[in-house]
């Protein structure tokens, strides 16, 4: 009896040993994952995440956070080195996000893909690849909040300028001068009734007989000018034809003048022009040798060199 229950507490223990034996193998060996390096590249502020936080795909672990730094180049960014498994798809359209687990507020890097560019993204310890950080939730949430926070402040100014002192005894005015238009409506208002009435009495039975009768009659004399009108046609197109043959007439007599009758009137002018001046000369000729209508015009004495040339004499 001794035996066996000596038997079973050694073989208990030879379980036990060989369990402890290979959980300290396991930690000493360390996780035999393989696993990438990239570069999460962030324009956004990376509030509570720390180094070993947890690196998720689609909510499933794949990997740590190493160092965060600023960039040297830009210290407006944020560069997060991640640690991710090899077997996890990274791709040039992969992207990372800032999340959030429940209330304790530990924050973890969360990896999704758009799609965009299904091309792999390769990457090296020595020169680890990019992946860009984009704004979350509580991002978009902050940056509306600013937004509506500015939004809301120039509501309230322009609330604050509408609300001034001037425009309080503008709409004071604006009141009084709409009351009293009300006052001045009110007998209006009331002589509704008697203008309904009035209308209704111009809208009867008989009314509405003569107005188609007025029409029947309208109609009637438009009927008539019809062949008026047509007649009206005709005569302007007569007097248009008659104006077109005036201008022709107009045209050849104008032609004719020009060509024509006016060079034989220059010449009768410029013929009336010589006359007149042989009978000026004429004129003057007998005012100084009246005998001359009777024994003709005096010979001139010889110049010098002439015959007959004397001493200034014949």
Known sequence: MESRSYALLTGLFTILLGIALAATFVWFRGDTRQYNEYVVVSAFAVNGLYPQAAVRYHGVDIGKVGKIALDEKDPRNVLVRVAIERSVPITHGTFAQIGYQGLTGLAYMELDDDGSDPRPLPSSPENPARIEMRSNLFDNLAESSKAL??????????????????????????????????????????????????????????????????????????????????????????MRSLSEKLDNISTVLSAEITDSTLPKVNDLVEQLTRDSKDFRRLIHQVEREPQSLVFGRAQPQPGPGEPGFKDGRK
């Open 149 to 238: 926070l500015q939004q809301s402040s120039e509501l309230l100014d322009r609330l604050n300028s509408i609300a001034s002192a001037e425009n309080q005894d503008r709409l004071e005015r604006t009141l009084a001068n709409f009351e009293q238009a009300s006052e001045q409506l009110a007998p209006a208002l009331r002589a509704i009734p008697d203008v309904a009435r009035r209308a209704q009495e111009l809208l009867g039975d008989e009314n509405q007989e003569r107005v188609r009768r007025s029409l029947t009659n309208l109609e009637a004399a438009t009927s008539a000018i019809v062949p008026v009108a047509e007649d009206s046609r005709q005569v302007l197109a007569n």
